[in-house]
């Protein structure tokens, strides 16, 4: 817009003196000084003195601003658009502005799970904000009990939570918001029995090569045969992808452990010497309990070995025979888990309605928006 001025006399009673001749002024915007961005140059002219003209005034160079009083706002719902969600699936809420994302974060962020004794807070959650959005989920490795929290109902909330935090939701230019935000959701209640489980596993304190680590693959899967008691005829249903090599001395790959089969006509299923009845039946273990017997003998590293449970309850080092029949033992661990639903249970618990695709998609893209 076209330049305007204001003159302003510090020697008023309006002006603010300090004890050391410092003037105050504070410029009043709200209602009076539209919103907007701003550039602004001040110039003072004092009482002449008789002295040279330059001492009687001053001039600041332009300074940049913005002049911003609206307050944030949650916008539209939280995404995605379903009443349930899978647990380690990304919660977003949309704010009708971009907001003041460094870390630390300002604002409060609270998940307590109906029923159980699970209550989460910020640090506790896997957490996002960027651009009009902030995201967030449950890691599914924190020692949650997967099978306990199937179809439990959760509640939200997120901004300032109680009655002596100082933190909120605020905008880029420091506007907070009023309310906090309160929502509920659900985990959808899917049958683990027919998931799959994909994590990352890593193999410490190997020698690799990058135009090698491919061969690395049968001995990965003959580990995890080893640490889960595993049958043999079990491999297939171990698939490795993305095989890494760091530092040349860890492998690092996407591990997927496929479900127990129940197709009731004599098929395999993942099982467990462990799981043996007496009666000589097997019992079979879905792929993210399995996962979480990998993850727990991965903490297990007293003096940095792994241990694995042996059928009486004892703990042995986790290890294999080299060449020559010694011993040795092998770090790992893992991490990243992402569980994988069935087919049916997807289309039937974790689609978002035909009828409101469109709007989640607007929502998502408006989220990604910095402007």
Request: aromatic share 8%; hydrophobic share 35%.
């Given at each position: 817009?076209?330049?305007?001025?204001?003159?302003?006399?510090?020697?008023?009673?309006?002006?603010?003196?300090?004890?050391?001749?410092?003037?105050?002024?504070?410029?009043?915007?709200?209602?009076?000084?539209?919103?907007?961005?701003?550039?602004?140059?001040?110039?003072?002219?004092?009482?002449?003195?008789?002295?040279?003209?330059?001492?009687d005034m001053f001039s600041t160079s332009i300074?940049?601003?913005?002049?911003?009083?609206?307050?944030?706002?949650?916008?539209?719902?939280?995404?995605?658009?379903?009443?349930?969600?899978?647990?380690?699936?990304?919660?977003?809420?949309?704010?009708?502005?971009?907001?003041?994302?460094?870390?630390?974060?300002?604002?409060?962020?609270?998940?307590?799970?109906?029923?159980?004794?699970?209550?989460?807070?910020?640090?506790?959650?896997?957490?996002?904000?960027?651009?009009?959005?902030?995201?967030?989920?449950?890691?599914?490795?924190?020692?949650?009990?997967?099978?306990?929290?199937?179809?439990?109902?959760?509640?939200?909330?997120?901004?300032?939570?109680?009655?002596?935090?100082?933190?909120?939701?605020?905008?880029?230019?420091?506007?907070?918001?009023?309310?906090?935000?309160?929502?509920?959701?659900?985990?959808?209640?899917?049958?683990?029995?027919?998931?799959?489980?994909?994590?990352?596993?890593?193999?410490?304190?190997?020698?690799?090569?990058?135009?090698?680590?491919?061969?690395?693959?049968?001995?990965?899967?003959?580990?995890?045969?080893?640490?889960?008691?595993?049958?043999?005829?079990?491999?297939?249903?171990?698939?490795?992808?993305?095989?890494?090599?760091?530092?040349?001395?860890?492998?690092?790959?996407?591990?997927t452990l496929l479900p127990p089969s129940t197709?009731?006509?004599?098929?395999?299923?993942?099982?467990?010497?462990?799981?043996?009845?007496?009666?000589?039946?097997?019992?079979?273990?879905?792929?993210?309990?399995?996962?979480?017997?990998?993850?727990?003998?991965?903490?297990?590293?007293?003096?940095?070995?792994?241990?694995?449970?042996?059928?009486?309850?004892?703990?042995?080092?986790?290890?294999?025979?080299?060449?020559?029949?010694?011993?040795?033992?092998?770090?790992?661990?893992?991490?990243?888990?992402?569980?994988?639903?069935?087919?049916?249970?997807?289309?039937?618990?974790?689609?978002?309605?035909?009828?409101?695709?469109?709007?989640?998609?607007?929502?998502y893209q408006f989220a990604s928006s910095r402007?």
């Amino acid at each position: 817009g076209n330049p305007t001025s204001m003159e302003l006399n510090f020697a008023s009673n309006y002006a603010e003196e300090d004890n050391y001749g410092f003037a105050l002024m504070k410029w009043k915007l709200a209602n009076v000084v539209p919103e907007g961005i701003y550039e602004i140059k001040v110039e003072t002219q004092c009482t002449e003195l008789g002295g040279p003209a330059d001492f009687d005034m001053f001039s600041t160079s332009i300074l940049s601003g913005v002049i911003d009083l609206t307050l944030p706002e949650h916008y539209g719902q939280v995404l995605p658009l379903r009443d349930t969600v899978l647990l380690g699936e990304e919660l977003v809420v949309v704010f009708t502005e971009p907001l003041c994302c460094k870390k630390p974060f300002t604002f409060d962020l609270q998940v307590i799970i109906d029923g159980t004794d699970y209550e989460f807070d910020r640090e506790e959650l896997q957490v996002v904000c960027e651009g009009r959005k902030i995201g967030f989920q449950i890691d599914p490795t924190i020692g949650v009990d997967v099978e306990g929290i199937m179809g439990k109902s959760f509640s939200i909330e997120v901004g300032k939570i109680g009655a002596d935090s100082k933190s909120n939701i605020f905008d880029v230019n420091g506007n907070a918001m009023e309310d906090n935000i309160k929502l509920n959701k659900a985990f959808a209640g899917i049958n683990l029995d027919e998931a799959s489980s994909s994590f990352t596993f890593t193999l410490e304190n190997v020698v690799c090569s990058v135009d090698e680590v491919g061969t690395f693959t049968d001995e990965i899967k003959s580990k995890i045969m080893l640490l889960l008691g595993l049958e043999t005829s079990d491999t297939n249903r171990i698939v490795l992808t993305s095989l890494q090599c760091e530092n040349g001395n860890t492998v690092i790959t996407t591990t997927t452990l496929l479900p127990p089969s129940t197709d009731g006509g004599g098929g395999r299923s993942l099982r467990t010497a462990s799981l043996l009845s007496s009666t000589g039946g097997i019992d079979t273990q879905h792929s993210i309990s399995l996962f979480k017997k990998l993850h727990d003998l991965s903490q297990e590293k007293p003096r940095g070995e792994n241990l694995l449970s042996t059928l009486e309850g004892r703990r042995v080092f986790a290890e294999e025979k080299d060449s020559n029949n010694n011993r040795i033992g092998f770090l790992f661990h893992v991490s990243d888990l992402k569980i994988i639903p069935s087919v049916s249970d997807t289309k039937a618990m974790l689609t978002t309605e035909s009828d409101k695709l469109d709007e989640e998609e607007e929502l998502y893209q408006f989220a990604s928006s910095r402007k």
